[in-house]
């Protein structure tokens, strides 16, 4: 759908100006609703006839990634291509972030669409945001302040937080210390193609049990989750044959996953165990490794 309506585009210099032009309100200067333009990839197809204007954040300095003593901050204008080049995130504890930024879409795109513009708009099966997930980002809004959510509770406010004006600056990913290692797995149709259903590990292995696991799946529900209650059962315990295959199935038959043309709920909920475990699995291996 296009913009047709479109009267007003603001080019704001600092973080505060984006803010306040993006918070609803009557203003003279201010026909409709005001939409954050980052990347551009994914603003046409939700526009529609009530957005007036948009607000181009391409000059504020949000496109970086920065590695410090506690945590990883990636500014939420960092193109996905940069995300699976950046050498610092190459590593055990990071690697599945440049292998979901890969996943988000072609090369073309990938150097348009940006970090905050993929998580504004992530679908249920977003492999990008369930691995962000199961790295335990938080995402940093500026509204009337700056504030500092858990990705998980961001996507649960998240429609209301960015239609009340809220705009997404950084990601912050948590440092994992030694013996930590994540891992992707997914199911599409074609090795290229966006999976139907995905999942991401991301542990601590400390004298060979499992410490601080964090899992997450694409595909299942509404939005990406977190398994939170497999996480409790495996936490403390040797990823062994019958402790994976528990979580498996503790996997299956905690989700209730929606059906569509790629894959029937039933179809889901068994690729949902699968790839669980074998996220897990190859996280656990990656950790041992890396001890």
């Known amino acids: 759908m296009a913009l047709v309506h479109l009267q007003q585009v603001y080019r ?3 973080v505060e100006e984006a803010v306040k032009a993006l918070t609803p309100g009557p203003s003279p200067a201010k026909e409709g609703r005001a939409a954050a333009l980052a990347g551009g990839t994914a603003l ?9 204007a948009v607000v181009d954040l391409s000059g504020l300095d949000l496109a970086y990634i920065r590695v410090g003593a506690e945590e990883v901050r990636i500014g939420a204008m960092t193109p996905l291509q940069v995300l699976v080049d950046a050498p610092e995130l190459g590593n055990a504890a990071w690697g599945i972030l440049p292998q979901a930024a890969w996943l988000e879409a072609g ?3 990938r150097l348009a669409a940006t970090l905050g513009g993929t998580l504004a708009t992530a679908g249920p099966e977003d492999p990008l945001a369930v691995a962000l997930l199961a790295l335990e980002a938080e995402v940093i809004l500026y509204a009337s302040e700056q504030q500092r959510f858990p990705l998980d509770d961001f996507l649960d406010s998240r429609e209301q937080r960015l239609a009340d004006g809220a705009l997404i600056a950084e990601v912050a990913l948590p440092l994992g210390g030694a013996g930590t290692a994540a891992a992707l797995a997914r199911v599409g149709r074609t090795p290229r193609d966006r999976p139907i ?3 991401a590990a991301r542990l601590r292995l400390m004298a060979g049990r499992c410490q601080a696991p964090a899992l997450a799946l694409g595909g299942v529900a509404g939005r990406p989750i977190r398994l939170r209650q497999v996480e409790d059962m495996i ?5 062994d044959e019958d402790v994976l295959t528990a979580a498996a ?3 299956v038959s905690s989700v209730s996953p929606p059906a569509d043309y790629r894959g029937s709920a ?4 068994a690729m949902a ?6 996220a897990l699995m190859e996280a656990a291996e990656r950790a041992a490794t890396v001890g």
């Open 44 to 52: 046409v197809a939700p526009g529609g006839p009530d957005i007036g």
């Open 266 to 269: 039933e179809y889901r909920r």
């Open 197 to 199: 259903v995905c999942a």
């Open 107 to 109: 090369r073309n795109l």
């Open 249 to 251: 199935q503790a996997v």
């Open 273 to 278: 165990g699968v790839l669980a475990r074998r």
């Open 235 to 239: 936490a403390g315990k040797v990823l």
């Open 12 to 14: 704001p210099k600092t």
